[in-house]
T-cell receptor, first 115, second 113 residues
Framework: DAGVIQSPRHEVTEMGQEVTLRCKPI?????LFWYRQTMMRGLELLIY????????DSGMPEDRFSAKMPNASFSTLKIQPSEPRDSAVYFC?????????????FGSGTRLTVV | QKEVEQDPGPLSVPEGAIVSLNCTYS??????FMWYRQYSRKGPELLMY????GNKEDGRFTAQVDKSSKYISLFIRDSQPSDSATYLC?????????????FGTGTKLQVIP
């Protein structure tokens, strides 16, 4: 398996523009997570999907952020409009079931810079 | 106060040294305790996972949990340059039927040859 695949790897955009980040989880993993990582705050959970259904979106910062999972093999995180404070590395992670026994498998992340 | 506190480092040690990495936490509801390793420009990967207080060993790595003190540690024996990475502690609690994971901010480790 190729692991969790995220695209793009890097994104530079101007303030106010729409940004869409993409994730393909590992086949057979029915839990998917979006995290944001910054130096100051570390890894923060944004949203958790189980079987394509959003279960916990309490970490989504505000209405500018939205996430979808239309099927088991694809998820998107959208920021509209983007702001400089959204600059961070965004990770997608997946795991089988709801358990932690094998840990989360993270993608390599999307480094977002909003100027 | 953050739920999980971790010294950011950086921690620099010579090759072969024993490394001790630590986290403290305030949430008594945390049930599972993990250590992840993150190389530069990569996503974190699971190193160790434990549920109960006590020690768990895996090769050169030992994870220690003290629930009474709300303190967890990761020990690395015979450290190698390839161990140079950021180490994140992580803890989980039941949140509406799933284990919600909270990560520390990470400790950056450099092992010097």
């Amino acid at each position: 398996d190729a692991g969790v695949i995220q695209s793009p790897r890097h994104e530079v955009t101007e303030m106010g523009q729409e940004v869409t980040l993409r994730c393909k989880p590992i086949s057979g993993h029915n839990s998917l997570f979006w995290y944001r990582q910054t130096m100051m705050r570390g890894l923060e959970l944004l949203i958790y999907f189980n079987n394509n259904v959003p279960i916990d979106d309490s970490g989504m910062p505000e209405d500018r952020f939205s996430a979808k999972m239309p099927n088991a093999s694809f998820s998107t995180l959208k920021i509209q409009p983007s702001e400089p404070r959204d600059s961070a590395v965004y990770f997608c992670a997946s795991c089988p079931n709801r358990g932690l026994d094998y840990g989360y498998t993270f993608g390599s992340g999307t480094r977002l810079t909003v100027v | 106060q953050k739920e999980v506190e971790q010294d950011p480092g950086p921690l620099s040690v010579p090759e072969g040294a024993i490394v001790s990495l630590n986290c403290t936490y305030s949430n008594s509801a945390f049930q599972y305790f993990m250590w992840y390793r993150q190389y530069s420009r990569k996503g974190p990967e699971l190193l160790m996972y434990t549920y109960s207080s006590g020690n768990k060993e895996d090769g050169r790595f030992t994870a220690q949990v003290d629930k009474s003190s709300k303190y967890i540690s990761l020990f690395i024996r015979d450290s190698q340059p390839s161990d140079s990475a950021t180490y994140l502690c992580a803890m989980s609690e039941d949140s509406g039927g799933y284990q919600k994971v909270t990560f520390g901010t990470g400790t950056k480790l450099q092992v010097i040859p």
